[in-house]
Structures are given as C-alpha cells and as structure tokens.
C-alpha cells in the first residue's frame, strides 16, 4: 500500500481514558458507493457524545458497541471538508464542493483526513462561516431542532414560553436561538450561572432571560413573572432525573418536556407529570442514521441552517479552536469533560 492510499487519523485504540486516542496512519476508506461520498476534512468538532463513546461508557442504544466500527476507532460527528469523489447514486453533489455534516454514530467519524459519508445528510457550507465554523453547527443544530420542532412540536408565533436547561452549552446556545430568533417565541428562559454564560446566552443565544440553576428553578421562574406560561421545557445538562421534578412544577398543563442527556434513575411518579397531563420525549440526533430512517432530513436541516446563517438570522457559536492533531483532540475530550466550555470548540486541520 503506497502512502497516497493511508490518511493520517486520531482514533481510540481501546475504550478507557484520553490517553487512548491516539494518532496513526491507517487505509483511505475506499471509493464511494451508493449515496455516498468521499470528503477530504479541513474541521471538526468534538461533543459530549464523542467522550462517551471515547470512555466506553455511552449507552443511548443498547447495541451500540456491537455496531461501531472495529477498533481502532475513529471518533467525531461534526465535519467540514471538501469532497473528493462520489457514489453513483449521487445526483446533488460533485467533486470540489465544499459541504458539512454531521455523519452516523455507526461509522468511522471525523477525526481523520478523510471520511465517508451519507450524501444525503450533507448540506453545501454556509458561504459566512470558515471551516471551523461550520464544523460547529451541524450536531448541536439538527439535536435542537429535531428537539424544537419535530419532537414538541413547537409552533411558529405560540405565546408560550420555553425554557432551555444550560443555555450556554453547545447544543442550549442553538436551541434558544431557534426558539427566539426562528420560531419567534416570545419568551426564552436559559440557566446560566456565570456572568460569561448569562452574556453569551442573551448575546449569541438570543434568550430573553436566564435564571441561575443552583438556586430553587422554579422560584427563579415565578420571580421573573412572565406574561406567558412556559409550555415547553428542553433539558440539555445531565442528569435528566435532577430536572424532572422542577420542570413538572415550572410547566404549563398539557406542556412538553424533551431530554438528550442520558440518566438511568427516571422518575415522575409523585410530580405534577399526570396531574398536568405533561408529555415527557427523548430527542437523539442519532435516531434516523442509526435506523436508516428519514435520513434526507438531516441534508434539508443543514441547508435551512446555512440560509439562516448567511442571512444573519442566526449565529456560529464557535468560541474555541484547537489544532487537529492528537495532542488537539486530547486536549478537547478534557475540556469537554470538565463541563465548563462556552459554545462549541472546534478542530481545524493545518
């Protein structure tokens, strides 16, 4: 094999602790097939997801380690790239353009110089942003917006309130936005404590308030005395089991509780969950490639996304970037797990 056929990679060698991701020369995945095409990445991003998966301890499918890929194995949703080649059943897509996606939790990610992906679930790159930048958006985005709007149900225009658990997260800092700034609801609570979240959450996130969560939740809501009930409630800071009982008190009757945050210790018995009639529902980016289920929407999501952002409607949260090497990518899985990073940090290749 002549080193034209090997890419450089950062992958985890075994499930455990940082200093297992390591970097390494492996094979170019092969020629397109199909829907897919060949991307040649210039960024990526890391998420909480990628340091689950890293330790071995990420459980959101039962399988989910029966269907990864072998070790090693290269970790990463978010990418930003080129393309190189397509599949024969490619028809929106040619060598040269530049596009960005987030890709499937089965398959080798994007942790490496190139990668194959589901032409379906790629959208052209926002003319706006650079390569970092879009390699922010796309996981926190889709998660948010399946969240919004294909799980609760939000309608465009409802008076009705949202509020966002960790507005100042990468995945809270989207939602708000889309509650606010897409959907036009008329009032978004975030949780933020520090004095740089709650700027970055109203800032960037466009939330129209923030409470700070050490305090009593629902106190914090009932002292801002808001002129619409909140309907909805999105928890995006672990552990779903510690919100549930403040959310149940907090929403409306008949509202919407959504969690992407794993917990095993779920309880609703004893809250106003029945006596409100509450619809509690999980929200997983992972749900459609996983089960190879409407797996288009994630392209149309994306290309909805770059018009909102080349039209200033909506903003990067990009706020952190580091090198795409393997001293980068560890220095990213400790950051992330220290659960104090702002926005989303990004990966960019030299």
């Given at each position: 094999?002549?080193?034209?056929?090997?890419?450089?990679?950062?992958?985890?060698?075994?499930?455990?602790?940082?200093?297992?991701?390591?970097?390494?020369?492996?094979?170019?995945?092969?020629s397109p097939q199909g829907h897919?095409?060949?991307?040649?990445?210039?960024?990526?991003?890391?998420?909480?997801?990628?340091?689950?998966?890293?330790?071995?301890?990420?459980?959101?499918?039962?399988?989910?380690?029966?269907?990864?890929?072998?070790?090693?194995?290269?970790?990463?949703?978010?990418?930003?790239?080129?393309?190189?080649?397509?599949?024969?059943?490619?028809?929106?897509?040619?060598?040269?353009?530049?596009?960005?996606?987030?890709?499937?939790?089965?398959?080798?990610?994007?942790?490496?110089?190139?990668?194959?992906?589901?032409?379906?679930?790629?959208?052209?790159?926002?003319?706006?942003?650079?390569?970092?930048?879009?390699?922010?958006?796309?996981?926190?985005?889709?998660?948010?917006?399946?969240?919004?709007?294909?799980?609760?149900?939000?309608?465009?225009?409802?008076?009705?309130?949202?509020?966002?658990?960790?507005?100042?997260?990468?995945?809270?800092?989207?939602?708000?936005?889309?509650?606010?700034?897409?959907?036009?609801?008329p009032v978004v609570v975030t949780?933020?404590?520090?004095?740089?979240?709650?700027?970055?959450?109203?800032?960037?996130?466009?939330?129209?308030?923030?409470?700070?969560?050490?305090?009593?939740?629902?106190?914090?809501?009932?002292?801002?005395?808001?002129?619409?009930?909140?309907?909805?409630?999105?928890?995006?800071?672990?552990?779903?089991?510690?919100?549930?009982?403040?959310?149940?008190?907090?929403?409306?009757?008949?509202?919407?509780?959504?969690?992407?945050?794993?917990?095993?210790?779920?309880s609703m018995y004893g809250t106003?969950?029945?006596?409100?009639?509450?619809?509690?529902?999980?929200?997983?980016?992972?749900?459609?490639?996983?089960?190879?289920?409407?797996?288009?929407?994630?392209?149309?999501?994306?290309?909805?996304?770059?018009?909102?952002?080349?039209?200033?409607?909506?903003?990067?949260?990009?706020?952190?970037?580091?090198?795409?090497?393997?001293?980068?990518?560890?220095?990213?899985?400790?950051?992330?797990?220290?659960?104090?990073?702002?926005?989303?940090?990004?990966?960019?290749?030299?």
């Amino acid at each position: 094999m002549s080193s034209h056929d090997k890419m450089h990679a950062i992958a985890v060698t075994e499930y455990g602790p940082i200093t297992n991701l390591q970097s390494m020369s492996i094979p170019r995945p092969p020629s397109p097939q199909g829907h897919d095409i060949l991307v040649r990445l210039r960024a990526c991003s890391i998420n909480p997801v990628d340091t689950k998966v890293r330790a071995g301890i990420y459980d959101d499918y039962p399988d989910y380690y029966t269907r990864t890929p072998s070790l090693p194995q290269i970790l990463g949703f978010d990418g930003a790239g080129i393309i190189e080649s397509v599949g024969s059943s490619v028809t929106d897509f040619a060598p040269g353009d530049e596009v960005y996606y987030a890709g499937s939790p089965i398959r080798q990610g994007s942790n490496a110089e190139y990668q194959l992906v589901d032409s379906r679930a790629v959208a052209l790159k926002p003319k706006s942003l650079d390569w970092g930048e879009a390699a922010a958006m796309p996981l926190t985005w889709i998660t948010a917006w399946e969240a919004l709007v294909e799980r609760m149900e939000i309608q465009k225009g409802e008076q009705a309130g949202i509020l966002i658990i960790n507005g100042a997260g990468g995945v809270g800092s989207v939602a708000s936005q889309i509650a606010r700034r897409v959907l036009n609801l008329p009032v978004v609570v975030t949780t933020a404590s520090r004095e740089e979240t709650v700027a970055f959450s109203k800032d960037v996130g466009g939330a129209t308030h923030t409470i700070n969560h050490h305090n009593d939740l629902a106190e914090e809501v009932e002292k801002l005395k808001l002129e619409v009930p909140i309907k909805y409630i999105f928890i995006t800071h672990t552990p779903t089991s510690g919100y549930l009982a403040p959310a149940a008190k907090i929403c409306a009757p008949f509202g919407k509780v959504c969690s992407i945050v794993q917990d095993k210790e779920m309880s609703m018995y004893g809250t106003e969950f029945m006596a409100k009639s509450l619809t509690f529902v999980w929200a997983l980016l992972g749900t459609k490639p996983y089960y190879g289920v409407d797996v288009e929407s994630h392209g149309r999501i994306l290309r909805e996304l770059a018009g909102l952002l080349d039209q200033e409607v909506v903003r990067c949260h990009c706020r952190q970037r580091l090198k795409m090497d393997e001293e980068g990518v560890r220095e990213a899985h400790g950051i992330i797990e220290g659960g104090k990073s702002v926005g989303k940090l990004v990966l960019e290749f030299a």
